[in-house]
């Protein structure tokens, strides 16, 4: 069936450049769910959210973070609703 997906991620810092962050179903890119240029941006949430068709057995979601900076960001923060991955049928 159908799964809303859906994603928090914090970076702390500054960097110029861009943020990308990629859903990925069974290993391959399915979807970019977000490009965000960080424009030196200091401490910067994303939650992008995506509608996804899953088998319910062997189908697996995955989710990846690019920034292309290539200076240092901190990920996530002192709490836990800083990063999270969530999905319902």
Not at 5 to 30: D, E, P, Q, R, V
């Amino acid at each position: 069936g159908y799964y809303q997906i859906s994603h928090g991620l914090f970076l702390g810092g500054s960097a110029s450049g861009n943020t990308f962050i990629y859903l990925y179903k069974n290993g391959t890119n399915y979807a970019q769910l977000t490009r965000v240029p960080n424009n030196n941006s200091v401490n910067q949430f994303f939650s992008p959210s995506c509608l996804v068709y899953c088998n319910g057995t062997t189908d697996y979601l995955e989710i990846y973070t690019y920034q292309s900076s290539g200076g240092s960001l901190n990920v996530g923060g002192a709490s836990s609703d800083t990063m999270w991955f969530s999905g319902f049928f």
